[in-house]
């Protein structure tokens, strides 16, 4: 117990957290802590590595023995590793939900609402976010676990708060469906697979640390939280523990993914394979190791989700040596979009092929961001678009796909309702391909749309993210400030992801010379003309001008004079610098808690010189 340290005196304000036995499998994990932080030393390298001799990703060497699994890659390519069958409560995930279970500074009450909604939405699933969608202002992450314990136990309080808001939704659906969705509130609570999506290993935990002052991993945190503190209830009731593990890159990282899993499980006396995992394929190295991921994690592994942002950022962020390598308007890049619909491929063909026991894997699809409130018609033209992008991932193989937000549950799940399948495990599609043309397609670009629209739209929402971040809004409906009062332009549902590639494009544009698509009669420019700095500036005093003249609905009155400055100057810094960071979040980590723009410029300096002299990131909780 005196093996890690937590900070101030959050143990007696968390009792029900940080248990006597949370904090005895922290412990007992201990040693795999600095397994994550070497791990993360490595991934660094890596990167600095491939920069430096402009080499791009490529597949495993086949007689390549995996780190941490003494898996070969030839014998997992050919189906020789022990993967899982697919529990019940999760052969049918047509669609899932997520988002996190606490809202900045809030009541308990308030923040069950957050999953009463989520269980009560008609979803299949939903993913309780820890990671992307949860702020971590204050306590937040310690409010999202206790929310969660206190749903899953069917705590009276939960069960209170269930009954209220079953009304205000059936009140909505009346107004919008004609009719109630929740029919049984009391039943429906129990319809709802749930799931947890773990911090990736890239990330340190804000309240923890050993003895030596060091940060533990988010990831093993989140991980030991959750399951310790809910696994007896799943266990009592029949359901499965799962867990959506986010950010891995390679095989080896899957392999310590797969170790955590495991000595926790040992720990805790259950069987081994007993937690599930889906992964989310965030990253371009990842899709490089698909089947060796898949197999690294062996027993516990279920399914991959084809998430977008994430990964549209990280194939930006291995490309950033690649001076040729220059993406179009986000709103350009959709899941058949060249290396998109190449990354998709792979991934519906890994799922498909079986291991030694016969068994395949789930696939999930991405992110449906819109939400339906605005205009009549621009309600209808959005959520007739969503209908047809879930219509495209089912007929392409997928056995289901998320949604940003309960209202669009009912919206969506049709398309798999009246297909009628469960799932699409086993579908018939070629397996996976090493050949040197496949290594290419994963990073193909195809001509589209490059334009002033397109760069106002990164700029004004990146802005906009990093302003809600800082007040603890890791998940927020935004749109660019020129859309501000034009309810035919909905606001999307934006987290941490796309806030990453935002700033990632804005700084290929300018690092790599961009020529616009398209000219812009109120800049003077014409078709060709480059995104330069000076460019940059100047739509960034602009696009800031807006939001600090915006009204409350749209940026926080209170934020004017503190965390926006501060997103301003990250984004500024970030952006302009000759050197690419590897993620936004870093630097908004950084200035969690903090409102004071000279502190933040301060800590935003520290973190670019220690980057660059040291290739180091700085992930552990200044204020401590």
Not at 471 to 491: H, I, M, P, S, T
Request: net charge negative; with cysteine.
């Amino acid at each position: 117990m005196n093996s890690i340290k937590i900070r101030t005196d959050l143990q007696n304000q968390y009792p029900d957290i940080y248990t006597d036995e949370v904090v005895d499998a922290l412990v007992n994990l201990l040693p795999l802590n600095e397994t994550i932080h070497e791990a993360m030393a490595r991934r660094n390298q890596r990167r600095l590595d491939r920069s430096a001799s402009k080499e791009y990703i490529d597949f495993l060497d086949p007689d390549f023995i995996i780190p941490f699994s003494g898996l070969n890659v030839q014998d997992i390519r050919d189906g020789k590793f022990l993967g899982s069958p697919i529990p019940a409560d999760l052969q049918c995930q047509w669609i899932q939900g997520t988002g996190p279970a606490a809202r900045p500074n809030a009541a308990v009450e308030t923040n069950l609402r957050n999953v009463a909604y989520a269980l009560l939405s008609g979803a299949d699933g939903w993913m309780f976010d820890c990671e992307d969608a949860l702020g971590q202002v204050g306590t937040m992450s310690l409010d999202h676990q206790r929310s969660l314990k206190l749903a899953i136990s069917r705590d009276p309080l939960f069960v209170t708060v269930a009954r209220e808001v079953s009304q205000e939704m059936n009140t909505w659906s009346k107004q919008f469906f004609g009719r109630e969705i929740v029919e049984d509130w009391s039943k429906q609570l129990s319809f709802t697979t749930i799931i947890c999506r773990a911090r990736g290993l890239h990330l340190d935990d804000r309240h923890l640390q050993t003895e030596e002052e060091k940060p533990l991993a988010a990831s093993l945190v989140d991980t030991v939280l959750y399951i310790v503190n809910n696994h007896r209830s799943f266990m009592k009731e029949g359901r499965s523990l799962v867990l959506y593990l986010p950010k891995i890159q390679t095989a080896e990282e899957a392999a310590i993914w797969n170790d955590i899993l495991t000595q926790l499980e040992i720990h805790l006396q259950l069987e081994v394979g007993t937690i599930k995992a889906y992964v989310l394929v965030e990253q371009l190295e990842a899709t490089y190791q698909l089947m060796e991921i898949r197999a690294c994690l062996g027993k516990h592994f279920v399914g991959y989700n084809t998430g977008r942002w994430d990964y549209i950022n990280s194939v930006s962020d291995a490309m950033a040596w690649d001076k040729g390598f220059i993406n179009p308007n986000i709103e350009e890049i959709g899941m058949t979009y060249g290396y998109m619909r190449h990354y998709e491929d792979r991934v519906r063909r890994v799922v498909n092929t079986a291991d030694q026991s016969g068994h395949f894997a789930l696939w999930q699809g991405g992110m449906e961001p819109n939400i339906p409130v605005g205009s009549k018609e621009g309600v209808e033209a959005s959520m007739m678009k969503a209908v047809h992008g879930a219509i495209r991932e089912e007929q392409a193989g997928a056995s289901g796909k998320w949604v940003a937000h309960w209202k669009m549950v009912h919206i969506v799940r049709p398309v798999w309702e009246k297909v009628g399948k469960i799932n699409q495990l086993g579908r018939n599609f070629p397996a996976p391909i090493y050949k040197t043309e496949d290594a290419v397609n994963l990073r193909v670009l195809e001509p589209a749309e490059r334009s002033i629209r397109g760069a106002r739209n990164l700029l004004s929402v990146a802005i906009q993210y990093g302003n809600a971040f800082g007040q603890g809004f890791q998940a927020a409906a935004l749109k660019a400030a020129d859309f501000f009062g034009n309810d035919d332009v909905l606001y999307l549902m934006e987290d941490m992801a796309t806030g990453e590639i935002r700033v990632s494009i804005l700084w290929e544009w300018i690092n790599k010379g961009a020529q616009l698509t398209i000219g812009d009669s109120d800049l003077n420019l014409v078709e060709g003309d480059v995104f330069t700095h000076e460019l940059f500036k100047k739509m960034l005093a602009q696009e800031y001008s807006k939001l600090l003249s915006a009204d409350n609905r749209d940026v926080h009155n209170d934020s004017k004079q503190d965390t926006l400055p501060i997103a301003r100057e990250i984004v500024e810094k970030y952006v302009l610098s000759p050197e690419k960071f590897p993620w936004y979040i870093d630097l908004l980590n950084i200035n969690l808690n903090n409102r004071d723009l000279a502190i933040a410029k301060r800590r935003i300096d520290i973190y670019i010189d220690v980057f660059l002299k040291e290739n180091r990131r700085i992930t552990e909780n200044l204020d401590l």
